[in-house]
Nanobody, 127 residues
């Protein structure tokens, strides 16, 4: 069973940047696709960004496309979400998630597709 830990959240102003990290322990990350999701107060959890286990396929929600970048460093068992040009509507708890089975194909579109979750990290963007 993998354990995921997110870090890097905080309070920023609109237009600022943050870098979130997701570190895995318990097993290697390298053969698993990974996604970032977020949940704002009073709203359902939503997909933000995803990366295939090979790193060759990267995809984003339309709301963050062009502002957020997902990447992975399998040697460090880490996936990073670089977030630039923050908007107040980016305020949410951000979670990283992955699968329980390796080498799954396809793109995350819904939180129900992920099996293992971190505890989340709060991102607050002030206007």
């Amino acid at each position: 069973q993998v354990q995921l830990v997110e870090s890097g959240g905080g309070l920023v102003q609109a237009g600022d940047s943050l870098r979130l990290s997701c570190s895995a322990s318990g097993r290697t990350f390298s053969n698993y696709r990974v996604g970032w999701f977020r949940q704002a107060p009073g709203k359902e959890r939503e997909f933000v960004a995803g990366i295939s286990w090979t790193g060759s396929t990267i995809y984003y929600a339309d709301s963050v496309k062009g502002r957020f970048t997902i990447s992975r460093d399998n040697a460090k068992n880490t996936v990073v979400l670089q977030m630039n040009s923050h908007k107040p509507e980016d305020t949410a708890v951000y979670y990283c998630a992955t699968d329980s089975l390796p080498a799954r194909l396809g793109k995350y579109t819904d939180p129900s597709e992920a099996d293992s979750w971190g505890q989340g990290t709060q991102v607050t963007v002030s206007s």
